[in-house]
């Protein structure tokens, strides 16, 4: 599994290589410039999926279904510990099936 750290850049690296006409059109632009297109092209796939950038993100990253749903829930503990929310209290709220703690 990537390291929570890298798996935003890991899925942007996943998402540009599978672009090549985009990285074609932003070619002229600077560093910064291609990453904040790279950024915007990444959100709205996103959006267009109907999915979260992180849940994106995870998707293109994961290596088995099963990876993909250990990394959901991981992301799911730590919004529900930010909220200040016991677990099954936030499953249940956002109809999550997840193991218990």
Known sequence: MI????????????FAQ???QLLAEIA???EAEQRQQLE????DEAQ???VEPWELALRLIAESPEELQ??????????AEALGMGWEEYCDFNEIDGPAS
């Not at 250990?70 to 919004?79: G, K, Q, S, Y």
């Open 3 to 14: 390291a929570k750290e890298q798996r935003q850049e890991v899925a942007l690296e996943r």
């Open 18 to 20: 599978a672009n090549p």
């Open 28 to 30: 002229s632009l600077s």
């Open 40 to 43: 915007w092209a990444f959100e």
């Open 48 to 50: 267009e999926q109907g």
């Open 70 to 79: 250990a990394m959901r829930l991981e992301v799911h503990r730590e919004v």
